[in-house]
């Protein structure tokens, strides 16, 4: 018989770097979650995703056991890493701060496929893009479509 969910938890966390610190302890110390327990597990299985910011959702069960969903890095921390800016524009209609091509947007988009919610990768560029304009990013070239 299947468990009774009791929460879900969403923790954006540094992959291989969980620990009891906020905010990964007291998120699941008040749900009554093993904090050690988490981030072994986290941790094993982000070995080689070390330093990346990485979503992850946690299911809490009624009897205080838990699974995790770890997604893909968030689409403003790649894009960030693309353009090699330590953070976005504060004025982005007025002061881009820097640039990403389209093929640079088309490999972002195919890495995020399976957490946007779209069903072709020019869908999912067009959300990148999207999220690099509100970010003061220019995206230069040509659009593929």
């Known amino acids: 018989?299947?468990?009774?969910?009791?929460?879900?938890?969403?923790?954006?966390?540094?992959?291989?770097?969980?620990?009891?610190?906020p905010p990964v302890g007291p998120a699941l110390g008040a749900k009554g979650v093993n904090i050690m327990e988490f981030c072994k597990r986290f941790n094993a299985d982000t070995q080689d995703k070390i330093g990346q910011?990485?979503?992850?959702?946690?299911?809490?069960?009624?009897?205080?056991?838990?699974?995790?969903l770890i997604k893909t890095p968030p689409a403003a921390v790649q894009l960030l890493l693309a353009a090699k800016l330590k953070s976005g524009s504060p004025q982005s209609n007025m002061q881009k701060v820097g640039s990403v091509t389209w093929d640079q947007v088309k490999?972002?988009?195919?890495?995020?496929?399976?957490?946007?919610?779209?069903?072709t990768v020019e869908s999912g560029m067009k959300m990148i893009a999207g999220t690099a304009r509100?970010?003061?990013?220019?995206?230069?070239?040509?659009?593929?479509w």
């Open 1 to 21: 018989m299947a468990k009774e969910v009791e929460t879900f938890i969403k923790l954006q966390v540094k992959g291989g770097q969980a620990n009891p610190a």
């Open 53 to 68: 910011v990485l979503p992850v959702t946690i299911t809490v069960f009624k009897d205080k056991s838990f699974t995790f």
């Open 107 to 119: 490999t972002i988009a195919e890495s995020k496929m399976v957490d946007l919610n779209c069903f």
């Open 134 to 144: 509100s970010m003061g990013i220019n995206v230069t070239g040509t659009a593929p």
